[in-house]
């Protein structure tokens, strides 16, 4: 049974958890990390391998940068986590913030999972080239062939990785417990 509801737990939750991965992402470590990791999937591409590694090296500190201005109350409120939302009961044990952060990955593994969505972020990203006034087909044509990719990429990293531990919702007893629940929600969606 879903309810209609002004959830502030789930908007404060949003801020902290949004707080945590930007704090995660603005260490120099991280941005390495992901810098080389980058760098690495450019390599599976041989016939595009320069012109990739020049655009993660050109784009990646520009996101980083663009991230470092964001604020989490603004981003929780943007997306409408602020505000009046749409409430599913949440069975959640003693460490509610450690199931809801899992219950929010699941909610965006369905999202990933969801074609309307990949195609909504198509279109983002089609917008944000007409931006490269210069290089407007070119950017539209990497959209088309790596967004999808970057898509099912990133749908295998929240399948594989307790993003929650990662960012601390999580001790990892209740990191695994939470999962097998959240894992058992996903099966039963299906």
């Known amino acids: ?41 450019c390599g599976r591409i041989p016939t595009f391998n320069k012109q990739c590694i020049a655009l993660v090296d050109y784009y990646a500190p ?22 009046e939302v749409i409430s599913f009961p949440l069975h959640l044990s003693k460490n509610n913030t450690c199931d809801a952060c899992h219950n929010v990955v699941a909610e965006a593994l369905l999202k990933l999972k969801d074609p309307d969505t990949e ?31 970057i898509l099912v990429n990133a749908e295998k990293f929240l399948e594989t990785n307790d993003v929650c531990t990662i960012l601390h919702a999580c001790n990892e007893d209740a990191a695994e417990q939470a999962l097998i629940r959240t894992d058992s929600t996903l099966h039963s969606a299906s």
């Open 119 to 149: 195609l909504e972020v198509v279109e983002l990203l089609l917008k944000a080239c007409n931006s490269l006034k210069n290089n407007v087909k070119k950017c539209k044509r990497l959209v088309f062939e790596y967004a999808p990719i």
């Open 1 to 41: 049974m879903e309810e209609v509801m002004k959830n502030e737990t789930l908007c404060s939750l949003c801020e902290e958890f949004s707080a945590d991965a930007l704090n995660y992402l603005s260490e120099n470590k991280t941005q390495t990390e992901i810098t080389e990791i980058l760098h690495k999937t």
């Open 62 to 83: 520009l996101f980083f940068t663009e991230v470092s201005s964001i604020e989490p109350d603004g981003f929780c409120q943007k997306f409408g986590l602020c505000e």
